[in-house]
């Protein structure tokens, strides 16, 4: 009988709203609001920042909470729907203007279907462990000396779903602002470009798909307006991996972090569509004759570095090798599989501004025409594209007093955790300028965060004489 009278007060029911819908001669008429209800969580509030200050950075302990009864709101920043996130949630406190973050790890591969990008959580950190990894202090479950994503089966204790999704406004900031305030949360940075390097007609570079990407992909950004330079972090399962680098330059949103070694700040993409890159490129100016690149029969300059095995051998061939920073370290001999080259890193230095040049003998340009310059240049362990090629036709000696022109060479990027095993070449047209010219080979790096490995092989001047 339940089951009939249920049956027939439905159908009363709408009968009834049947009824009124039909007597109603406009659609001018207001539908009542939902209202997003909040949930109530039992315990003491605290903040993001509060549950961090437990963790000592000195003495690098993993802190677990027990017993405090505290819980701290958060809103979601990141998302997993794209790959390039991975059983983490990142949270940071506030939509807008937010002052903290916090990365938690959760054993979850889709989280974004119940904690989407602006979900507002509650966390009960009571039985969590923090610790400091991959440069960023994570939540987790502490298990034998780790801390690891919280299992499937306890996600409810510890993280609770509001029903409010807001509106997340990201932090703006320039490159030159990144620091440790600012880790794990929601950022825009504005008037950026990839480097040249990475965006050439001949090959554009995919997010994390090219035969140097291991983990991820590192993609040099610059600032138009400081010079400033960062990473475009991109996971290799990420799900537009394959995707083309925009040519433009414009603006990124992504959450700000560290790479895996904590080596550097890298920017995470939630997904492409938050770069939005349509404005023109903000590259310098670049010194060029034409487009003439074929090779003359005349070699007018080469160094292979054959039998180049020190410094005063070098030194004796009328290059210069100096460090203009204060700093010991220089282009060095090195060589593989019987292949003499030169090397620069600051890598394994302490230098933590490493400007360094190698620059070349006198080559005499008016016996000849034509003339085409090229190079030899491999990058490895690499982590910003900190190598430029130059031109004087006024070397005074000193390369910090000399006026030099860019050219737009082809420098490669590499691994970034091994050697490379091939040397890219480029070649310029240079059969405009006269006189004796000299070209310099300027690395400009620096512990921690730039710290590129570049060989340098194969330089040459060709042409046709007169």
Request: hydrophobic letters at 35%; one cysteine or more.
């Amino acid at each position: 009988m339940k089951t009939i009278l249920h049956k027939t007060l439905f159908g009363s029911m709408a009968a009834i709203i049947l009824l009124f819908t039909s007597c109603v001669k406009t659609d001018d008429f207001d539908l009542p609001e939902i209202e997003e209800s909040e949930v109530l969580v039992d315990g003491n509030l605290t903040s993001i920042s509060a549950v961090k200050g437990n963790f000592n950075l000195e003495t690098g302990k993993i802190y677990t909470f027990q017993d405090t009864d505290i819980y701290f709101e958060a809103y979601v920043v990141s998302s997993d729907e794209g790959g390039n996130f991975y059983k983490e949630l990142v949270l940071q406190d506030k939509p807008e203007n937010p002052t903290a973050g916090i990365v938690m790890l959760v054993d979850d591969n889709s989280l974004h279907d119940n904690f989407n990008f602006g979900r507002k959580v509650f966390v009960k950190p009571d039985g969590l462990s923090l610790w400091y990894n991959n440069g960023v202090l994570q939540l987790g479950i502490q298990n034998r000396g780790d801390v690891v994503a919280i299992p499937n089966s306890l996600i409810d204790n510890h993280l609770i779903r509001s029903e409010i999704t807001a509106e997340i406004v990201p932090l703006k900031l320039e490159i030159t602002d990144f620091s440790e305030n600012y880790k794990n949360l929601y950022v825009q940075v504005d008037n950026v470009q990839f480097n040249r390097n990475l965006v050439r007609d001949e090959h554009i570079f995919s997010f994390a798909s090219e035969n140097i990407d291991e983990y991820d992909g590192f993609r040099q950004l610059e600032s138009c307006e400081s010079g400033a330079t960062t990473i475009l972090a991109t996971s290799t399962f990420a799900d537009f991996k394959s995707l083309l680098l925009p040519q433009e330059s414009g603006s990124v949103k992504a959450v700000l972090s560290r790479d895996f070694y904590d080596d550097f700040y890298v920017l995470v993409l939630n997904s492409p569509q938050d770069l939005n890159f349509s404005g023109e490129r903000c590259d310098p100016e670049f010194f060029k004759c034409g487009d003439h690149l074929a090779e003359g029969p005349e070699v007018i300059f080469n160094e292979d570095f054959t039998d180049v095995t020190t410094l005063t051998a070098l030194a004796n061939r009328g290059w210069r090798n100096v460090n203009v920073s204060g700093g010991s370290e220089k282009f060095k001999p090195g060589t593989r599989n019987g292949n003499r080259y030169f090397r620069i890193s600051a890598y394994n230095t302490t230098e933590n501004l490493l400007e360094a040049w190698l620059v070349t003998p006198g080559i005499n340009l008016d016996q000849s025409s034509g003339e085409v310059f090229s190079a030899d240049v491999m990058a490895s362990f690499d982590n910003a594209t900190i190598l430029n090629i130059y031109v004087s036709t006024s070397f005074t000696g000193n390369p910090k007093t000399t006026e030099w022109q860019l050219l737009e060479a082809n420098i490669p990027m590499g691994p970034s955790s091994q050697n490379a095993t091939a040397f890219t070449n480029t070649k310029i047209d240079i059969s405009c300028l006269e006189g004796t010219v000299h070209f310099g080979f300027h690395y400009l790096g620096g512990i921690p965060d730039k710290t590129t490995t570049y060989d340098v092989d194969n330089v040459r001047v060709t042409g046709f004489s007169h």
